[in-house]
């Protein structure tokens, strides 16, 4: 099976900007995450997406937001960007079967942005 | 709220050799799962093991093991015979096993291997 894939890999943008940033899970997967990892956070949870609908968020602004698609390809979209949101951001699939055992959750290799 | 604790940012073992990477986590769950990853220079995240809080039996993966103390949160990796390829940021998370709901990760620890 094809990992997690993320596109793109590299990314530079101007402050004020706005990006997207695209996630595609291991096939059958219904469940993508989305994570931000700094230097100085650490890797901190965006929000979680199973079946077209948000299931989970993390303590960000609404200038992060994320949708699915049908397929379970996610896409995850910063608005406005600040010198801040410079970033690596990771995306992460499992099948997201509510109720059973938690599951592991698979990485992408990252889309690396730089706000100028 | 749920935390993670490593408190090596950097370790350094011989090739060979047999090093321990520490973990702390705090929680009131009871119903939880435990992961180590492997971050290496490419930046793919890589699981190495997970443990579940039910479990009483260390997991072990090959070269792997974990010594997964539930009274005292602690759920520190040990790595034998290290290899080159070992080297790596290595991030311990938690995950609560309520829902399937997100991964709180550590600070991670650098682990340098030297030939």
């Known amino acids: 099976k094809a990992g997690v894939t993320q596109t793109p890999r590299y990314l530079i943008k101007t402050r004020g900007q706005q990006v997207t940033l695209s996630c595609s899970p291991i096939s059958g997967h219904r469940s993508v995450s989305w994570y931000q990892q700094t230097p100085g956070q650490g890797l901190q949870f965006l929000f979680e997406y199973f079946s077209e609908t948000q299931r989970n968020k993390g303590n960000f602004p609404g200038r992060f937001s994320g949708r699915q698609f049908s397929n379970s390809r996610s896409e995850m979209n910063v608005s406005t960007l600040e010198l801040g949101d410079s970033a690596l951001y990771l995306c992460?699939?499992?099948?997201?079967?509510?109720?059973?055992?938690?599951?592991?959750?698979?990485f992408g290799p990252g889309t690396r942005l730089l706000v100028l | 709220a749920q935390t993670v604790t490593q408190s090596q940012p950097e370790m350094s073992v011989q090739e060979a050799e047999t090093v321990t990477l520490s973990c702390t986590y705090d929680t009131s769950e009871s119903d939880y799962y435990l992961f180590w990853y492997k971050q290496p220079p490419s930046r793919q995240m890589i699981l190495v093991i997970r443990?579940?809080?039910?479990?009483?039996q260390n997991a072990t993966e090959n070269r792997f093991s974990v010594n997964f103390q539930k009274a005292a949160k602690s759920f520190s990796l040990k790595i034998s015979d290290s290899q080159l390829g070992d080297a790596a940021m290595y991030f311990c998370?938690?995950?609560?096993?309520?829902?399937?709901?997100?991964?709180?990760f550590g600070k991670g620890t650098k682990l340098s291997v030297k030939p």
């Open positions: 998370a938690y995950r609560s096993g309520r829902s399937q709901g997100n991964l709180i």
């Open positions: 992460a699939s499992s099948l997201g079967l509510a109720g059973g055992p938690v599951e592991t959750q698979y």
């Open positions: 443990q579940e809080a039910y479990k009483q």
